[in-house]
């Protein structure tokens, strides 16, 4: 039926570590750990999920120390365990690992316009394009949702998985995954139908 809903995803961003107030890419999956102002951003996500009542079947977590500390703190008020996905990695950067946005654009600022504006354009050697990294998390959301029909769940994961995820869910341009703003500490939900997909709110940071 075309409003038969398949799946509903929570998505949540990872709390705030050292790397992301640097807006420093990372790779590492064993660092950094939450900072004090990530454990407070989950702790605003639990108590949003627990006041919006979301309902949830399973929780998920990207590999990486920072989303699954996020997934289990989650998952202590759900009084469940999580599942690690292995593919839901963020941008894979390669020499651009470690490296801050602002040293990018200084050392490289035709390159990083290049990779934003063309998709299937490598921002620098060992990294994956923008068309690889949206179709890559598009594949395991696609996995995700068939082990889970007629399931809620929460995704714990990194704000570019997130990005990713809305791109491909409203059939946008890969370069069109930068016109969304997704921090550390943000719930986005998604509910995934037979015949659409519906995109119910982004990046949301709970205030209280």
Known sequence: MF???RCKITFIAHGATIYSEENRFSNCENYPPL?????EEIDKICTFLKKRSVKNDKIYSSCGTRAVESAEIIAKLYKTDIEVIEDLKPLLCGNWNNMTLTQIIKKQPDTLEKFVNLPDEKMCENAETLTEFVTRVDETIKGIIEKNIGN????????DVIQAAIVSALNLPKD??????????????????????SL???GYV???
């Open 35 to 39: 900072n004090e102002a990530g454990y």
């Open 206 to 208: 709970p205030i209280y």
């Open 152 to 159: 809620r769940i929460i995704i714990v994961t990194y704000p």
């Open 176 to 197: 069109k995954i930068f016109n969304f703003f997704i921090k550390t500490g943000s719930a986005t939900q998604i509910s995934y139908y037979d015949k659409f997909t």
């Open 3 to 5: 409003f038969q809903r």
């Open 200 to 202: 119910k709110y982004s």
